[in-house]
């Protein structure tokens, strides 16, 4: 079992910035890609970025060069840096975990956290 703590929503005017944090606990040695979606009201759940345990990372294209996914793995806690912030980027944003073990793949996924950003 693998449980995320996710952390640092809020509300902030267009142009300002967040960051988000998600902690991992439980059996977070056998986790491979952590990543951060959104979902705002009335549409399906996106991608926002992801990153591979290698720190290679993935960025939806609505996010590129504003956002920036990063993550301590002794700490095991992924970060999501959100500038430029625009009202188009409200929702709330969840944090996932994939953990890997045995040939198994399981997903995990924290509470969520809100996101508003006021034009």
């Known amino acids: 079992q693998v449980r995320l703590e996710e952390s640092g929503g809020g509300l902030v005017q267009a142009g300002g910035s967040l960051r988000l944090s998600c902690a991992a606990s439980?059996?977070?040695?056998?986790?491979?890609?952590m990543g951060w979606y959104r979902q705002a009201p009335g549409k399906q759940r996106d991608v926002v970025a992801v990153?591979?345990?290698?720190?290679?990372?993935t960025y939806a294209d609505s996010v590129k060069g504003r956002f920036t996914i990063s993550r301590d793995n002794g700490k095991n806690t992924v970060f999501l840096q959100m500038n430029s912030l625009k009202p188009e980027d409200t929702a709330v944003y969840y944090c996932?975990?994939?953990?890997?073990?045995?040939?198994?793949?399981?997903?995990?996924w924290g509470q969520g956290t809100q996101v508003t950003v006021s034009s």
């Open positions: 996932k975990a994939v953990q890997v073990e045995f040939g198994n793949v399981r997903n995990y």
């Open positions: 990153i591979a345990r290698g720190g290679t990372a």
């Open positions: 439980g059996s977070i040695f056998s986790i491979d890609v």
